[in-house]
């Protein structure tokens, strides 16, 4: 006959509520533990690292600005908040619908509170608006004063919408520029008149250079993907700058 461990209910019954205790007492020190490094995060941790913190243009890119920018441009009334407290001013953009897949919605063209933009007929989503204006003021300003010794006055691009699919093919995926979710930017005109060009600079040793590779790296922490010529020869002339998808640097 087999053997049978003797029961003890009232040990059983000891156990089983020195197991809840045990884990009731884990997840409270767990919540104590989360509350504590929260109350840290909020005093010792700037706003722009912090996910749960409102954005703000004004404040310099940190962990958390790409992913606070993303979310903040799904909800046109809070994006466009953002852009005016920072000073920014817009036109809307009527909806557009010029095909089957390129339907563009929620879209303004940004007309005064940063560097132009050159075409000045630049409509943008909002959400890439609110990277742009970030990027700009908090990355591409700074690089030009600290390599340059001067401000950039105009943005020059090759187009925000574009009603197309990737690469101008006929098949494939849709570009993000068909949707006015991208930007692809060429260069830079600075306080004196001169010039940088991706196209021209993105090669050269000097500070040009560095002023280029500082502004890309730099794009890549506010904006989900940033192309460069780095990536591949169609990149060669400009940086491909959007909201969507995965992110992706290069």
């Not at 509170?113 to 630049?122: F, V």
């Not at 101008?168 to 060429?186: C, F, M, N, W, Y």
């Not at 000097?206 to 002023?211: I, V």
Request: hydrophobic share 40%; proline share 6%.
């Amino acid at each position: 006959m087999a053997y049978r461990v003797p029961r003890h209910p009232r040990v059983e019954h000891h156990t089983r509520r020195q197991n809840r205790l045990a884990g009731l007492t884990a997840l409270v020190l767990l919540w104590l533990l989360v509350l504590l490094m929260a109350l840290v995060a909020e005093r010792g941790i700037g706003g722009q690292h912090l996910p749960w913190k409102p954005l703000s243009i004004v404040d310099p890119v940190g962990m958390a600005t790409r992913i606070k920018a993303a979310r903040a441009g799904q909800d046109p009334a809070t994006c466009r908040a953002i852009l005016r407290k920072a000073g920014l001013s817009y036109e809307e953009v009527p909806e557009k619908n010029d095909g089957g897949f390129c339907i563009v919605r929620d879209a303004l063209k940004i007309d005064g509170g940063m560097a132009g933009l050159s075409p000045t007929d630049a409509p943008m989503v909002c959400k890439e608006a609110l990277a742009l204006s970030i990027w700009e003021r908090q990355v591409v300003q700074p690089a030009a004063y600290e390599v340059l010794g001067q401000g950039v006055v105009s943005l020059e691009h090759y187009g925000t919408y574009s009603c197309r699919r990737q690469y101008g093919k006929t098949a494939g995926p849709v570009s993000e520029h068909a949707s006015a979710d991208a930007i692809d930017l060429a260069g830079f005109k600075l306080a004196d008149g001169q010039t940088i060009y991706v196209a021209r600079d993105w090669n050269d040793p000097g500070p040009k250079g560095q002023f280029l590779r500082r502004v890309r790296d730099g794009a890549c922490r506010v904006f989900i993907t940033t192309l460069s010529p780095d990536y591949n020869a169609a990149h060669h002339d400009h940086f491909h700058l959007d909201m969507q998808g995965w992110n992706k640097c290069a």
